[in-house]
Nanobody, 121 residues
């Protein structure tokens, strides 16, 4: 069974950094895409970034602050978040799908439990 486990969330001051990790298990190969989404209270889940075997995608407003990467040897994806702002506060979820990266949450079949990121002023 495919399982995704996020970690690395926490409380950080505005302007600080966090690196989220997503450990994946159950895939028979590395030919899957991983995406990051976030959901703030009262808001819909929104796309943050995604990575396939060859390409990365970002929400335009987050380009330059967030960096997505993966280490296939460790079966782990990462989301490096720099210059965090209070509006980045949300539960962050990693997701995975077979094939190429997509921006739509509905395209992802596998989801982690989420990790809380709180950015204080």
């Amino acid at each position: 069974q495919v399982q995704l486990v996020e970690s690395g969330g926490g409380l950080v001051q505005a302007g600080g950094s966090l690196r989220l990790s997503c450990a994946a298990s159950g895939f028979t190969s590395s030919n899957y895409a991983m995406g990051w989404f976030r959901q703030a209270p009262g808001k819909e889940r929104e796309f943050v970034a995604a990575i396939s075997w060859s390409s990365t995608y970002y929400t335009d407003s987050l380009k330059g602050r967030f960096t997505i990467s993966r280490d296939n040897a460790k079966n782990t994806g990462y989301l490096q978040m720099d210059g965090l702002k209070p509006e980045d506060t949300a539960v962050y979820y990693c997701a995975a799908r077979n094939g190429d990266a997509r921006r739509a949450a509905s395209s992802y079949a596998f989801w982690g439990q989420g990790t809380q990121v709180t950015v204080s002023s």
